[in-house]
T-cell receptor, first 116, second 111 residues
Framework: NAGVMQNPRHLVRRRGQEARLRCSPM?????VYWYRQLPEEGLKFMVY????????ESGMPKERFSAEFPKEGPSILRIQQVVRGDSAAYFC??????????????FGEGSWLTVV | QKEVEQDPGPLSVPEGAIVSLNCTYS??????FMWYRQYSRKGPELLMY????GNKEDGRFTAQVDKSSKYISLFIRDSQPSDSATYLC???????????FGGGTRVLVKP
């Protein structure tokens, strides 16, 4: 049973370029979350999505960042016109639709974005 | 005041010792509590999950929750060098909600 799959694992972008990070949730999971981890800081919530719906985007920067989780295919976190401050590890997590145990959320290995 | 406070460490212990980690939180609305382990350049790995006050044991790990004091703990018995990692507490108000993380405690178990 494959875990949460993220790609690319490492991405280097020049300032002003676009970064696209992809996440495939665990099999049977329909809830996807994106978190960001800045150097020497904890994980910060960005956005929570279900298929074709954004449920909570309270942690997303107001500009340049967007996320989607289409009916088919992986979830995408898109960062337009990247700046050096966007350099961070971006983690995707997923949870099942009906989790009788409560709220078990599993993380992927992360996508490490470096802006040069 | 942060919603979740966690001592950043580092916490250095000899192999075989008990590792004691804790977090405090400010909002009594939080109902679910988790501990994650994160190795360098890796994703967080879920270790323990609980939603009630009391103790929960899984192998060498024991999670403890005291909702009245808004205090959660993780104990690692018979610590091994492979336990050297950053440990993150995470809390949430309800199933399906976003997680609020502590800053993480870096643990080093010396052989």
């Amino acid at each position: 049973n494959a875990g949460v799959m993220q790609n690319p694992r490492h991405l280097v972008r020049r300032r002003g370029q676009e970064a696209r990070l992809r996440c495939s949730p665990m099999k049977g999971h329909s809830h996807v979350y994106w978190y960001r981890q800045l150097p020497e800081e904890g994980l910060k919530f960005m956005v929570y999505l279900q298929k074709e719906n954004i449920i909570d985007e309270s942690g997303m920067p107001k500009e340049r960042f967007s996320a989607e989780f289409p009916k088919e295919g992986p979830s995408i976190l898109r960062i337009q016109q990247v700046v050096r401050g966007d350099s961070a590890a971006y983690f995707c997590a997923s949870s099942p639709d009906r989790d009788i145990l409560g709220n078990t959320i599993y993380f992927g290995e992360g996508s490490w974005l470096t802006v040069v | 005041q942060k919603e979740v406070e966690q001592d950043p460490g580092p916490l250095s212990v000899p192999e075989g010792a008990i590792v004691s980690l804790n977090c405090t939180y400010s909002n009594s609305a939080f109902q679910y509590f988790m501990w994650y382990r994160q190795y360098s350049r890796k994703g967080p790995e879920l270790l323990m999950y609980t939603y009630s006050s009391g103790n929960k044991e899984d192998g060498r790990f024991t999670a403890q929750v005291d909702k009245s004091s808004k205090y959660i703990s993780l104990f690692i018995r018979d610590s091994q060098p492979s336990d050297s990692a950053t440990y993150l507490c995470a809390i949430t108000k309800a199933a399906g909600n976003k997680l609020t993380f502590g800053g993480g405690t870096r643990v080093l178990v010396k052989p």
